[in-house]
């Protein structure tokens, strides 16, 4: 018996995945971690109104959420001044990308990131045939100029470039993003992921303009808004490239509890501010400790540190080890020369007080 | 200028969707429905040890969930006597559905359902190009021996079976769904839909085995558990099938207070065992309504009654307006024959009070 038929283009899938876990970490090793600083999530929480607004959805979770999630795409346009229409709410920007690169890329068409860029997107892509071509980052940031000119190159259906950059945490102002924007090639979409947009310095973020029909704009709850585990995301783009994804989403998967969660978080820019205050003390004493023990901390315009390890890709995936056997969940860039680096999130001060205290001796184990 | 180019597959998409919201409706009444049993969600609620167990959650929230699901994979391992190899969990049925047309069917495949079957079953089918065969129910059941006869003729990769079924509420016992597994051409697969497999009668559901390569069983929380807003789903099938699923799916798209409803709710199963007696005794008043006032409810296996207004699908449309206008939200099939019938999800005592009062004076405004 054969068994079922894979498709063609799943069976050359690799069955590797983009992301393990810190649980699957925590179970290797037979215990939890004691700072949990490794996956850009808030340490920082939801708002505690966030938190009563969940208590309060539980009751309900017996029905669907609405399909349309009106509720909460019509805050969100009002929040940014642009039409309902223009965005799409749905399962993390994790689960947009994968439909947005399901909407242009068929086998073979060709995509455009960065070497070291987001795995998850280029998952996406080779879950749906496209074919991904890569330019180098410029130093530590990804390089707009390149991006556009492979595009056009490689007469690219897609591009991704996130502002602010993960893993690097550096990030390009708004004018140089505009201009990015303005030379997409004509047939070429700019997806646009500006997931630690929260966290940036004013500047960074150019207006939304729903007219424009070469970028959409990725925006989530899972980073400053504390949501992680909630999986909202939104997507900000031209209605008719909105309604496109209405052919192909799972319409029913952003839950009840889950719009009530990012509606709440959304109505409390309060606590959010709050939080980018936090995010913001924590980069600093993260970038202190780092620089005290002759490391060489990045800027950040994120919710983390990426720090200058000063050695091979080896060397930062030993430091990672190292701090893993003390309790400490860290990641790091997986390419050259980015995997120089270790990428350290914000953490509560008594997560930094154990990084404080682990890193030397992390260190000093690897000579 | 051109814009984004859809792929060749997605602009031949239909802008329709699935089901429209109950929610839709309500903002084009301009009031909310008095009674919601449209959708056959579990009016009952989740089990209050889930609604504590999702409280608990919610400060965690900015945690992704784990993304093998390990610890609701296991307990499920556990509860179905299965290995957890054998079980993925995902975004409901719905999205589980879309990960396994993704797996086998490429543009011009063949899929086997039945005309009048579960619409998002049709809709991930059409959006990944594949191309249905559907067979006529047999009266108001699916077809068994018609569904596989027509996978052999057409070579599918794939047929799609509920069992209990939905939109009619029949089911088969568990031998004839033996029969037709192991009818299942080679290189065929048997998606089997056990939605409503909490409130059918016992003798129902054939045994779990992940050995055959034949048969996915799906399974849900959104039904008799009561968590259709929290969105898990899971399946059981061979270890090989199970892991192809890690090759496509959003990892992280189940999140943690999700995660974390879904192990509260299994762990109880006497509030599960209370909610089917409840659900039993409902389907039991509307019947009793039904037959009073001269209509034909047909025997249920699930948390529905599809009832045979014995007319055409236009008298049943109408009667679902007139039920609309004085504030119940219920459903019909789609397809002739059986849009002859509306279909009502059970309901609270209050809810079933609104109905009777309301259905009499909605069928006169037929005449």
């Given amino acids: 018996m054969t068994g079922p038929r894979l498709t063609p283009l799943v069976s050359g899938l690799p069955a590797t995945v983009p992301f393990v876990g810190p649980e699957t970490q925590e179970r290797a090793n037979g215990r939890p971690f004691l700072a949990r600083i490794g996956a850009n999530e808030s340490v920082f929480g939801p708002s505690p109104r966030v938190i009563e607004a969940m208590a309060a959805a539980a009751p309900e979770a017996w029905m669907y959420g609405d399909p349309e999630a009106y ?3 019509a805050a969100l346009a009002r929040f940014h001044g642009v039409p309902m229409e223009a965005i799409v709410a749905g399962e993390g920007i994790d689960g947009l990308l994968g439909y947005l690169v399901r909407l242009l890329v068929a086998e073979g068409d060709a995509v455009v990131t960065s070497d070291g860029a987001y795995p998850t997107f280029n998952y996406h892509v080779a879950g749906f045939g496209g074919v991904l071509h890569k330019v180098p980052y410029s130093g530590d940031s990804e390089d707009p100029d390149a991006l556009v000119a492979k595009a056009a190159e490689t007469g690219a259906k897609l591009i991704y470039f996130a502002n602010p950059d993960n893993p690097m945490g550096s990030c390009h102002d708004a004018g140089t993003v505009t201009r990015m924007i303005a030379a997409v090639p004509d047939g070429c979409l700019l997806a646009l992921d500006e997931a630690y947009g929260d966290t940036a310095p004013g500047g960074t973020l150019p207006p939304l303009d729903p007219e424009d029909r070469r970028v959409i704009r990725l925006r989530t709850f899972s980073k400053a808004y504390g949501l992680a585990g909630m999986r909202v995301g939104y ?5 008719d490239l909105i ?3 209405n052919r192909v989403r799972n319409h029913f998967g952003l839950g009840r509890v889950a719009q009530a969660a990012a509606l709440a978080a959304l109505a409390d820019q309060g606590y959010l501010t709050d939080t980018v205050a936090r995010i913001a003390a924590s980069r600093e004493r993260i970038t202190t400790i780092a620089k005290g023990l002759g490391l060489a901390p990045l800027p950040s315009a994120t919710n983390f540190v990426t720090i200058d390890c000063g050695g091979t890709g080896d060397r930062a995936r030993a430091l990672i080890a190292e701090l893993g056997k003390r ?3 860290v990641r790091m860039p997986f390419t050259p020369p980015q995997d120089r680096c270790i990428r350290i999130s914000c953490g509560t001060e008594t ?7 682990v890193l030397p001796e992390a260190l000093a184990s690897l000579r």
């Fill in 351 to 357: 997560d930094l007080d154990r990084l404080e205290a």
């Fill in 235 to 239: 997507a900000v783009g031209h209605p």
């Fill in 243 to 245: 309604a496109a994804f």
């Fill in 327 to 329: 309790g400490i969940f």
């Fill in 71 to 73: 509720d909460l795409r």
